[in-house]
């Protein structure tokens, strides 16, 4: 098995930053994207970010420019720099990974509990 561990949520005025941090631990064996998404109230769940194992990244058209996404894989774990925050930006932050643990040859995807972004004055 294996967890998905968020942290780095909170409450921020509209302009401002957050950083989201995820870290994956269990029995690991390799893990392949990374990513972030999110859900608002009353919205459907939606991809923020993700990254593979290299340098690839993908992002939504509505973070582009303002969010960044990176990871160490040493450390298992995936980041999301988040500037330039606005209101519609609030929801529920949901980290993601595809990851192969030792006990198997196939790839699953997991899910983090989710932490809390508000962007409020």
């Known amino acids: 098995q294996v967890q998905l561990v968020e942290s780095g949520g909170g409450l921020v005025q509209p302009g401002g930053s957050l950083r989201l941090s995820c870290a994956a631990s269990g029995s690991i064996f390799s893990i392949s994207a990374m990513g972030w998404y999110r859900q608002a109230p009353g919205k459907q769940r939606e991809l923020v970010a993700v990254?593979?194992?290299?340098?690839?990244?993908n992002y939504a058209d509505s973070v582009k420019g303002r969010f960044t996404i990176s990871r160490d894989n040493a450390k298992n774990t995936v980041y999301l720099q988040m500037n330039s925050l606005k209101p519609e930006d609030t929801a529920v932050y949901y980290c993601?990974?595809?990851?192969?643990?030792?006990?198997?040859?196939?790839?699953?995807?997991?899910w983090g509990q989710g932490t809390q972004v508000t962007v409020s004055s």
């Open positions: 993601n990974a595809f990851a192969r643990t030792m006990e198997s040859t196939n790839t699953y995807e997991y």
């Open positions: 990254v593979t194992r290299g340098v690839s990244t």
